[in-house]
């Protein structure tokens, strides 16, 4: 029997980056296949069609490639491209739509989420780009889950999903391919493998943190394999179910084992993490840890030296809440810069378009047009490859770049799993406030404006409302506040916070020092700690 009579479950809308929820919920009976149903049905079916699938490694991710496949097949699809064990990358998941001109990809991840039974799962859906669903196509999949009362699944064996090479299943073909190989072939005709080569070779040292998660195998193949860096370059390089324990979170808070090293007497010359699906980088120097707006700033400033990019970008863009660093750089360098709301979604039709060929994220996160998704990999190689064409230290390039371009100090401050009725409320009452306070004084800053995101897309006209608060001070420094769309739990405030110091003065300050004004003006107008009684942020980035 391959139909199945189903229920809609409540809750079923895609957030930033598709559905993330306890794994549990997931692997309540019929919730997975409503929500795989009703994304084949909102693209339209997938009769005949070429999908990839595979996902970060996390627990139940195998379970679900399996229903999937088994989904897929009844519901028509022609032939299943599926990482072997059920592994891709996000990255490498985005390059195998696109180089194997398939129809589209399902990726099984929560991303920087942590994974295990009772920690978190996600689905998400990619368009033939490769890049995640619009937001067309995410609320017409939440609409569906809405009104789904059967999906298809073939009554079938399990596939084999640990031998390369094809299978069939019922009419479909599954084929098994090695994750990383096409992946590693990309990032070959990107960079300059052989600079890389020498640079490991005269002795320069590397510690890669994969924190148990996806990007490790890719790594080792990468960086140890093809550019010799020496056995043991990459830690915690075994993708494990729940991540061996740790938050696969690639910042100062969750990848505190890197920090500790790379702020410690015997650091190596640099440092990279990458979160679950592989798609996040955090970059530190020996001593030195490069903020992810400040990351995308430095990377659009030395992209020429990269084979990949030495004709010059097409372009760059930002999501909102990221720093206006990179901004100074692209009037330096006479390009466009886009600025869009949160989530990779919104980049895909400036790249596709060849508006831009950069593209970032405060949330360390980076990427380029080579895919349609962010890539930790291919920033980290970035920085290698920017590293050995100037031959000088991270905290050399920092230095310099801030003198040229003056700095942005800036810093996020997160306040997770808040009820969510009183996180609501919060925003609420500062939108009811928002006409008001321009003009006004709020601990010696003069608001000059202050309003709610809303995004026209330049390339389809689309439009995205509310995208979070901005409210911008004289003297160009603002704050930035939205909930997250990743979370499970609750609601999560964030809280962006940036100011301006023009060169040569005022260059080496702590941020949190340098943002003192602001984060005491924001508790005056919002009251986040007053309101929730909490002393201060979770997370700070
Ligand atoms: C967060 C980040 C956002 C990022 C998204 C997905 O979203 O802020 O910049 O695109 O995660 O990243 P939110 O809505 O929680 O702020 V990933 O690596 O989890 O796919
Ligand atoms: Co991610």
Not at 119 to 131: A, L, Q
Not at 497 to 506: F, H, K, M, Q, T
Request: hydrophobic content about 40%; some cysteine; proline content about 6%.
């Amino acid at each position: 029997m391959t139909r199945h009579e189903t229920q809609p479950f409540d809750g079923q809308k895609p957030g930033t980056s598709g559905l993330r929820k306890k794994t549990r919920v997931f692997m309540q009976p019929n919730f997975l296949e409503n929500f795989v149903q009703a994304t084949f049905d909102a693209v339209g079916g997938v009769q005949g069609k070429t999908l990839v699938l595979g996902g970060d490694g996390r627990f139940f991710g195998r379970e679900a490639a399996l229903t999937i496949l088994k989904m897929a097949a009844a519901n028509g699809a022609a032939r299943m491209i599926v990482g072997q064990g059920a592994w891709l990358s996000t990255p490498a998941a985005s390059n195998l739509i696109r180089q194997r001109g398939a129809d589209g990809g399902i990726i099984l991840s929560a991303s920087h989420n942590p994974g295990g039974p009772d920690e978190d799962f996600g689905v998400k859906y990619n368009m033939s780009n490769g890049g995640p669903a619009p937001e067309s196509v995410t609320s017409a999949i939440h609409q569906r889950t809405q009104e789904i009362t059967e999906y298809r699944k073939l009554d079938a064996p399990d596939p084999d999903l640990d031998s390369l090479g094809e299978t069939g299943l019922g009419e479909m073909t599954v084929e098994v391919v090695d994750p990383v190989a096409a992946y590693a072939d990309l990032m070959e005709t990107l960079f300059d493998f052989k600079a890389l080569r020498d640079l490991f070779d005269s002795g320069f040292r590397m510690r890669m943190d994969s924190m148990c998660a996806i990007t490790g195998p890719y790594a080792v193949e990468i960086f140890e394999n093809r550019l010799g860096a020496p056995t043991g370059t990459v830690t915690h390089a075994t993708p494990l179910p729940d991540f061996g324990g740790m938050h696969p979170d690639p910042n100062p808070t969750w990848a505190h084992e890197l920090m500790d090293e790379m702020m410690g007497d015997a650091a190596p010359d640099f440092g990279a993490a990458s979160d679950g699906d592989g798609d996040r980088n955090m970059i530190l120097g020996a001593g030195t840890y490069v903020s992810p707006s400040d990351s995308l700033a430095v990377l659009a400033a030395n992209a020429h030296l990269v084979p990949g990019y030495a004709g010059g970008l097409k372009g760059i863009a930002r999501s909102m809440p990221t720093s206006a660093a990179v901004d100074r750089v692209a009037e330096a360098l006479g390009l466009d810069c886009y600025e869009t709301p949160t989530g990779w979604k919104f980049f895909g039709n400036l790249m596709d378009a060849g508006r831009v060929s950069l593209c970032g994220e405060e949330s360390f996160g980076t990427g380029s047009d080579h895919v349609r998704e962010k890539d930790g990999l291919w920033a980290v190689l970035m920085w290698l490859n920017i590293l050995a064409a100037r031959k000088m230290s991270v905290a050399e390039i920092m230095a310099d770049h801030w003198a040229r371009f003056g700095r942005n100090y800036y810093s996020r401050h997160d306040y997770e799993a808040l009820p969510i009725e009183q996180a609501e409320t919060m925003l609420g009452d500062l939108r009811a406030r928002l006409g008001d306070l321009v003009g006004s004084e709020v601990e010696g800053l003069s608001v000059a404006s202050a309003d709610e995101f809303a995004y026209t897309d330049p390339v389809d006209g689309s439009i995205s409302r509310g995208q979070g608060f901005r409210i911008l001070f004289e003297g160009g420094s603002r704050v930035v506040l939205r909930l997250s769309g990743t979370g499970t739990e609750g609601a999560t405030l964030r809280v962006y916070l940036e100011r301006y110091a023009p060169e040569p003065d005022g260059l080496d300050h702590d941020p949190q020092e340098a943002l003192a004004p602001m984060i005491a003006a924001t508790e005056t107008l919002v009251g986040i700690r007053e309101r929730t009684g909490r002393a201060g942020p979770d997370v700070i980035t």
